[in-house]
């Protein structure tokens, strides 16, 4: 396992602004996933953080919205960009070592107002 | 229709009974399935991979049916701390990504 640490834990945003959201992992690790999750919904999956790269967007999110960085095997960025009330929501880094199990930081509640 | 669905509940679970809930999936040539808890406020954790010929751990046992594209979880002897949203995951293949059900809720009561 890992222990993986996400800031914020919650912020409360203005719409039009922007808010980045950090994941630090104490070990490298293969991959980074970036979800979503909103009220009563399952997790969504934003993309996939490459190490070195461009992220791999899922469908319906486009990579101006949402911003990833992956500077090293340990950190990765999201940013959710002009913000809208409809991005309310809980985003959550997450980790594997290919072997299908997940690992999720703790999340970042996110409200816009 | 969705590629994994879950009753949503919640089951509301005397202390010490058993409770069990399936979830269903669309693609037939799923490879991995899990199961996940979710306590309130909190980022989902591994309960237990699910193995064809299924698999025990504790209080908990998991199943799956292929032929019926469904997998189960089975709580025994349920404990207050065993309140939570069981999340039911899903995987196409070794790289395929990771389906998530929206949930089943259980509420154990004293």
């Known amino acids: 396992s890992a222990v993986i640490s996400q800031k914020p834990s919650r912020d409360i945003c203005q719409r039009g602004t922007s808010l980045t959201i950090q994941c630090q992992v104490d070990s490298q690790v293969t991959m980074m996933f970036w979800y979503r999750q909103q009220p009563g919904q399952s997790l969504t999956l934003i993309a996939t953080?490459?190490?070195?790269?461009?992220?791999t967007y899922e469908s319906g999110f486009v990579i101006d919205k949402f911003p990833i960085s992956r500077p090293n095997l340990t950190f990765s960025t999201l940013t959710v960009s002009n913000m809208s009330p409809e991005d309310s929501s809980i985003y959550l880094c997450s980790v594997s070592w290919g072997t299908g199990e997940l690992f999720f930081g703790e999340g970042s509640r996110l409200t816009v107002l | 229709r969705k590629e994994v669905e879950q009753d949503p509940g919640p089951f509301n679970v005397p202390e010490g009974a058993t409770v069990a809930f399936n979830c269903t999936y669309s693609n037939s040539a799923s490879q991995s399935f899990f199961w996940y808890r979710q306590d309130c406020r909190k980022e989902p954790k591994l309960l237990m991979s699910?193995?064809?010929s299924g698999n025990e751990d504790g209080r908990f046992t998991a199943q799956l049916n292929r032929a019926s594209q469904y997998i189960s979880l089975l709580i025994r002897d349920s404990k207050l701390s065993d309140s939570a949203t069981y999340l039911c995951v899903v995987r196409a293949d070794s790289w395929g990504k990771l389906q998530f059900g929206a949930g089943t809720q259980v509420v154990v009561t004293p």
């Open positions: 953080a490459n190490q070195g790269s461009e992220a």
């Open positions: 699910v193995y064809s």
